[in-house]
């Protein structure tokens, strides 16, 4: 049972498409949070939903749009993809917001934009 | 500005010996520290933890010390097995934000 789950886990597209990248936990737990992994390494945090409502808007751009259908589902869609929209994005998920455990991170999706 | 540093981008250490990975920050406000593990093609994984009121966690191999004056902590193994290969993330964050700050990672090399 995978307790953070990210679909797809590659995904290859042409510049000015949009796409989506899907999130879901098992754990119950009641915050869910997009990072990004960029190409130096880095792992930022673009949003953080808690019970469905935004509570973390990081500056991204608005082709960047969360949403989060219930608790237990956070969605990522890209619009008008461009080449430096190219990381490894990770969805994460934690008991509390901001919590002192941590995060439940999933796999990442690795999107490149060609 | 990178609040949290990891300066070192790889280690490698025998098997057997201890690993120490270092993680330095910026931001006095920090008062939640945590250690990532993460293997190629999967996401981090928690580790270990230590609040600002701790100065050592220890959890089996791991260790975790803070040294609030510095702005330092760093991550002991001991003994380092082969399966502790891994890229370590340190975390940050403050009392009352929500996020977590990461460091670039240090990818640590266990050798048989």
């Known amino acids: 049972d995978t307790a953070v789950s990210q679909t797809p886990k590659y995904l290859v597209t042409q510049m000015g498409n949009d796409k989506s990248i899907k999130c879901e936990q098992n754990?119950?737990?009641?915050?869910m949070y997009w990072y990004k992994q960029d190409s130096k390494k880095f792992l930022k945090i673009m949003f953080s939903?808690?019970?469905?409502?935004?509570?973390i808007n990081e500056t991204v751009p608005n082709r960047f749009s969360p949403k989060s259908p219930d608790k237990a589902h956070l969605n990522l869609h890209i619009n008008s993809l461009e080449l430096g929209d190219s990381a490894v994005y990770f969805c994460?998920?934690?008991?509390?917001?901001?919590?002192?455990?941590?995060?439940?991170f999933g796999s990442g999706t690795r999107l490149t934009v060609v | 500005d990178q609040q949290v540093k990891q300066n070192s981008p790889s280690l490698s250490v025998q098997e057997g010996r201890i690993s120490i990975l270092n993680c330095d920050y910026t931001?006095?406000?920090?008062?939640?520290f945590l250690w990532y593990k993460k293997y190629p093609a999967e996401g981090p994984t928690f580790l270990i933890s230590i609040s600002s009121i701790k100065d050592k966690n220890e959890d089996g191999r791991f260790t975790v010390f803070l040294n609030k004056s510095a702005k330092h902590l760093s991550l002991h193994i001991v003994p380092s097995q082969p399966g502790d290969s891994a890229v370590y993330f340190c975390a940050a964050k403050s009392t009352g934000t929500y996020k977590y700050i990461f460091g670039t990672g240090t990818r640590l090399k266990v050798l048989a």
């Open positions: 939903y808690n019970n469905k409502e935004l509570i």
């Open positions: 931001n006095s406000m920090f008062d939640y």
């Open positions: 994460a998920s934690s008991q509390m917001t901001g919590s002192d455990y941590g995060y439940t």
């Open positions: 754990l119950g737990h009641d915050t």
